[in-house]
């Protein structure tokens, strides 16, 4: 029994070296169940099904192969991003590359663009390279996105001038690129718990002078040119190509970074911005402030401290001694033990998991209940009022922070930033249009859940396996069966079981 | 003290009195008391604008005497904004002149007027600071200066030992009282979660202009009826998980302080003023019409937060900040006509928070960079108004007021103090201006003196 416990530990983590893949006892259909609401958009049954055929380790390598759903582009011209946004529905409930299209999405909410400053067209390439970046190296997505128009004109680091006398480069990709997207405010410890000096106070990473340093070592790029065209100092937008470099309008100068690096005199702008991102990529605070993000996006608001120092380690080195490997990254936070604890037949941690933010709600509910999603879809709308308007966040800081704390002030809930009081009862409407009124371009088949209605016990088992890991408590279960019987036929018991369910506070936690 | 969900819960297992056609007679009797009362009525409310972004507050407000206005145009260049477009008005104190922004056109005549008045480069502090002391590091200063999402966070809930709560959630503790026996929230924001609003005892309320105060989907049937008690059930069963007893609470909150707000709202008739069409325009008229109904509410005292955003202007600052106040402006002015109609302009007082100002140097792309003290606005009857309190700072680079070499003002009026001026006319006791800005003591004065 010791042996098996410690070679299924040794499998999790992807090399069991003595056992060939599939000798121990498979997930069990809620195990795979919960693995897939940490991966996908959502557990299906086929998934559960596939999943528990192959086991994690071969899944994790099957979806790391799997090539990206299309994004589609939007004209130049076009005044909304919704073809975009009903395009994210029905690869999210149909692409076959689910776990790209998490981790994609988790870095859109990390390295941050928006529809409420860019303009329609910029925004399907952006997405696309994270897409592709996902599952590589953390450095090359930090230089693709620094590169990227898109990102260029949201943080205006893209026409950003040598300073002139009286002038100041422009600070807002320097500071944000620093605070936000690779390194925070403040030392970290390994664990990524905050760094204290010996008063007792935090040490912060940089101070303005640094983020003027950056800036400056940022200046020099503009849009690509048309090709065959000549680059002039400020080219026309084009969110098609990367940025390239116009040496005259480089700042030349030294530049002190973090940790007083310094970039040397004369320099050119792709050396500097190349010295800059080294720079940054390899201070030490990357891997916790990056992990722990990737942890809460994925499975839970609250991993503990060598949760996150187990996963950055990985970050630092993926065994093979490269820094920033993706997939190694996403491997151990998926394979971790604490992730993997709360499996059933076990029960999650008291603080174990995160509430489901609006596109996860609505992405499992449709998955879970099997619904078939059309190109054209109202759905985006229906995250829009929940405060999660796709791809248009009100600030480069998200619709909401890794650091938001639910009341009380102990634990960190990000996602709750945006539930509000009325948030929460628009969550209830939206359970009560899908399973009573309808949404334009969705289908879900009630038919098999009506056919069990005469049966409450097992429909609410049905919905259990469905929607709860097939952990579904008993009180609930008792609770729902007794609105059940109030109602007067097979078609009213059914989606009274199905509305309570999926408004609950149990689903809408993911756990 | 025991907490609202207490109270809820205290009020389901007792009989539910609370809600029994007796409480709501009662309920109703009391309120008309009140209008009958209106001339002595005892409410007051404060309404936070929050302006997302960091407003440059250099461009809100310009002192327009020759030494200062020089200065400013020398070291703002392309951003200076010219004289002649300014709105001037004179400061009651030494008589000196200013200018507001062009689009502020209405707080312009409610300077005029004495309702409304600027309190100059308030931030964030943990003591009062000079240049000498926060250059050579050996003072406490905020962590994470010119941080959006820190500074943000300071702004709205001060120094914060415990963790977890806002200022504006600490002044609703120590002044819930006197909304008893009413159980809606003293604070109310339409603006989604607000740190500032988040109390130790008490939580906000949330209202999403426009969008319906009840659940859809329910009628009157015993089916209906059998599924709306187990949805209330399903929201109180234990499930030992922290974050599911969060939506649960949530959610809890949500069901109860809409219905009594749906109540309230239901036998209102329409204000006749017109507020604009913009978000902010939205936000403020929701506002106005929660006050509109306080008697029914039973409140005293409200705190209601709103917010606009896009003013973190690192580029094109000229035309952004034009688009933004001419939003703010307008939606402003209507709201102050809206508490006139309601007979409470001198019982609501409308202040401005924002992340932090901006440098005066610009940068290379007709913006500006994160800085720190600003400018703010505070409006209302009670106000003391038509004049510029605290100190302007002085326009020079590396100057005395400046933490570096860019113009970011360090504040000489803390948060703290502008928030115990508000909270103190407010109605928070001089005992309890500790509990709501414990940082208060550090600074010499409690009251910035802006509000009669």
């Known amino acids: 029994m010791k042996l098996r416990l410690c070679c299924l530990s040794l499998l999790l983590a992807g090399a069991c070296p003595l056992l060939p893949a599939q000798s121990p006892s498979p997930m069990t259909p809620g195990a795979a169940a919960r693995f897939l609401d940490q991966s996908t958009w959502g557990a299906t049954p086929a998934d559960v099904a596939h999943l528990q055929a192959i086991g994690p380790s071969a899944w994790l390598g099957e979806q790391f192969a799997a090539s990206p759903s299309p994004i589609p582009d939007v004209a130049v011209d076009a005044r909304t991003l919704d073809p975009v946004r009903e395009a994210f529905f029905t690869n999210a409930t149909g692409g076959h590359d689910q776990l790209r299209q998490r981790v994609a999405f988790a870095l859109s909410e990390i390295w941050v663009v928006s529809n409420v400053k860019l303009r329609a067209p910029a925004i399907p390439p952006y997405l696309r390279l994270l897409a592709a970046d996902a599952f590589g190296n953390y450095f090359a997505l930090m230089n693709d996105v620094t590169l990227s128009p898109a990102m260029g004109h949201y943080l205006d680091m893209v026409d950003n001038d040598k300073p002139a006398a009286g002038q100041e480069a422009n600070e807002n990709y320097a500071r944000e690129l620093n605070q936000l997207f690779t390194i925070g405010t403040v030392m970290l410890n390994p664990d990524g718990t905050i760094m204290l000096d010996g008063t007792g106070q935090p040490i912060p990473t940089y101070d303005a002078s640094v983020v003027q340093a950056f800036a400056r070592a940022f200046t020099g790029w503009t849009y690509a040119p048309p090709p065959g065209a000549e680059s002039h100092k400020h080219n026309l937008k084009n969110w098609n190509a990367p940025m390239v470099a116009v040496e005259s309008n480089h700042d030349e100068g030294t530049k002190t970074l973090l940790n007083g690096q310094t970039l040397p005199a004369n320099q050119s702008a792709e050396e500097d911005l190349h010295g800059a991102l080294e720079n940054i990529f390899n201070h030490p605070n990357v891997g916790p402030f990056v992990c722990q993000q990737l942890i809460q996006h994925l499975v839970s608001s609250n991993p503990s401290p060598a949760y996150v120092q187990r996963v950055a380690a990985v970050f630092d080195n993926n065994g093979s001694g490269v820094r920033g490997d993706l997939q190694a990254v996403i491997r151990a936070i998926l394979l971790d033990t604490e992730a993997r604890a709360g499996d059933p037949p076990a029960t999650p941690a008291a603080n174990e998991g995160h509430l489901r933010e609006p596109v996860l709600y609505l992405t499992g509910l449709l998955r879970g209940l099997g619904a078939a999603v059309s190109a054209a879809n109202n759905l985006p709308q229906y995250t829009a009022i929940e405060g999660q308007p796709l791809y248009a966040p009100p600030s480069v800081f998200n619709y909401f922070s890794p650091g938001y704390r639910i009341a009380g002030g102990k634990l960190l809930g990000p996602e709750f930033q945006i539930q509000s009081p009325s948030v929460a009862m628009v969550r209830a409407d939206l359970a009560n249009t899908l399973v009573y009124g309808g949404i334009a371009g969705v289908q879900v088949d009630e038919a098999p859940f009506i056919a069990l209605a005469a049966n409450p016990g097992a429909l609410l088992d049905h919905l259990s396996a469905l929607l709860f890991h097939g952990q579904m408590p008993g009180d609930m279960n008792a609770t729902i069966a007794t609105a059940m019987a109030a109602a007067p036929d097979a078609t009213s018991k059914a989606q009274a079981a199905l509305y309570l369910a999926a408004s609950s506070s149990q689903y809408q936690v993911e756990r | ?452």
């Open chain 2, 1 to 452: 003290m025991i907490s609202r969900r207490q109270i809820l819960q205290l009020a389901c297992c007792g009989g539910g009195l609370a809600f029994s056609p007796l409480g709501r007679l009662g309920f109703r009797t009391l309120g008309a008391m009140n209008a009958y009362a209106q001339s002595t009525e005892d409410y007051r409310a404060l309404v936070c604008v929050f302006l997302f972004g960091g407003n440059d507050g250099n461009n809100t407000i310009v002192p327009l005497d020759t030494a200062s206005y020089d200065a400013y145009t020398q070291i703002r260049g392309s951003l200076a904004l010219p004289s002649s477009s300014l709105l001037p008005v004179t400061a009651k104190t030494g008589a000196r002149g200013f200018g507001f922004h062009s689009k502020l056109v209405n707080l312009q005549k409610l300077f005029t007027g004495g309702q409304a008045a600027v309190v100059a480069n308030v931030g964030t502090l943990l003591q009062p600071l000079t240049r000498t002391q926060y250059l050579a590091g050996n003072a406490a200063t905020p962590e994470n200066l010119f941080s959006h999402s820190d500074q943000q966070l300071q702004w709205q809930t001060s120094y914060d030992a415990a963790g977890g709560t806002g200022w504006g959630g600490r002044a609703a503790d120590k002044v819930s009282y006197m909304n008893a026996p009413s159980m809606f929230p003293t604070f109310l924001s339409v603006a989604g979660n607000a740190a500032i609003g988040q109390g130790g005892d008490t939580s906000p309320a949330t209202v999403i202009p426009g969008a319906p105060l009840e659940l859809t989907g329910f009628g009157f049937s015993a089916a209906d009826n059998a599924r709306k008690l187990a949805l209330q059930q399903l929201l109180t069963l234990d499930t030992g998980a922290a974050l599911v007893q969060q939506a649960d609470t949530t959610m809890q909150n949500g069901l109860s302080d809409s219905s009594t707000l749906q109540k309230a709202l239901s036998g209102a008739s329409p204000l006749t003023t017109a507020f604009p069409k913009s978000t902010l325009g939205a936000q403020l008229q929701q506002i106005a019409q929660v006050i509109q109904v306080r008697n029914e509410l039973g409140m005293k005292r409200q705190i209601f937060f709103c917010s606009l955003g896009g003013f973190d202007t690192h580029t094109d600052q000229l035309n952004t900040q034009d688009t933004l106040f001419a939003q703010l402006d307008p939606a402003l002015a209507a709201f102050v006509s809206a508490t006139q109609e309601l007979g409470v302009e001198n019982a609501v007082t409308t202040f401005t928070e924002s992340d932090f100002a901006r440098t005066l140097q610009p940068n290379t792309n007709g913006g500006t960079d994160h800085a720190w003290g600003s400018h703010h606005l505070v409006v209302g009857g009670a106000v003391a108004g038509g004049d510029v309190y605290g100190q302007f700072p002085e326009f020079a680079l590396g100057g005395p007021n400046d933490a570096g070499s860019a113009g970011r003002w360090i504040p000489t009026i803390a948060l703290d103090q502008y928030g115990a001026t508000l909270a103190s006319w407010f109605g928070v006791g001089s005992a309890d201006l500790s509990y709501v800005f414990p940082n208060l003591p550090s600074f010499p004065g409690a009251n910035v003196g802006f509000l009669s």
